[in-house]
C-alpha cells in the first residue's frame, strides 16, 4: 500500500510563505493527480488545490487563488504546495490525497484513494 509522506508547514506569521511537499513512499505518483485538502478544527475538510499528472491543469479554491500555487516535480516525484500571504484563516491540517480520476480536479475528497499523514500549518502573530 503506497503512503503519502508530507513535510513543511509550521509557525509564520500573517503575510508570511510556506511550502509543503508530499511525496510517495512504496509507489509512485505517475500518471495520477494529486490533491491537497485542509480541516480546520471544527469545520469540514474543504478542498485546497489539485494538480495533473502533466501538470499542465491545475485547480484552486477561490479562497487561496491569487496566494497559493501547486506545482510538481515528476523527476524527483513530489507535489508541493506554495503558500503565500498567509491569513489567519489558513490555519488548519493539511492533507496531500492521489487519485488516478481527472474528477479529482472538481475537489471531490470521495475520489481520492489515498492520504497523507497531515500537516499542521498556523499562520498567528
Known amino acids: 500500500q503506497m503512503q503519502l509522506v508530507q513535510s513543511g508547514g509550521g509557525l509564520v506569521q500573517p503575510g508570511g510563505s510556506l511550502r509543503l511537499t508530499c511525496a510517495p513512499s512504496?509507489?509512485?505518483?505517475?500518471?495520477?493527480?494529486v490533491g491537497w485538502f485542509r480541516q480546520a478544527p471544527g469545520k469540514q475538510r474543504e478542498f485546497v488545490a489539485a494538480?495533473?499528472?502533466?501538470?499542465?491543469?491545475?485547480q484552486e479554491a477561490d479562497s487561496v487563488k491569487g496566494r497559493f500555487t501547486i506545482s510538481r516535480d515528476n523527476a524527483r516525484d513530489a507535489v508541493y504546495l506554495h503558500m503565500n500571504n498567509l491569513r489567519s484563516e489558513d490555519t488548519a491540517m493539511y492533507y496531500c490525497a492521489l487519485t488516478p480520476s481527472w474528477r479529482g480536479l472538481q475537489g471531490d475528497a470521495n475520489e481520492y484513494t489515498n492520504w497523507g499523514q497531515g500537516t499542521q500549518v498556523t499562520v498567528s502573530a
Open positions: 512504496g509507489g509512485t505518483f505517475a500518471r495520477k493527480l
Open positions: 494538480i495533473s499528472w502533466t501538470g499542465d491543469t491545475t
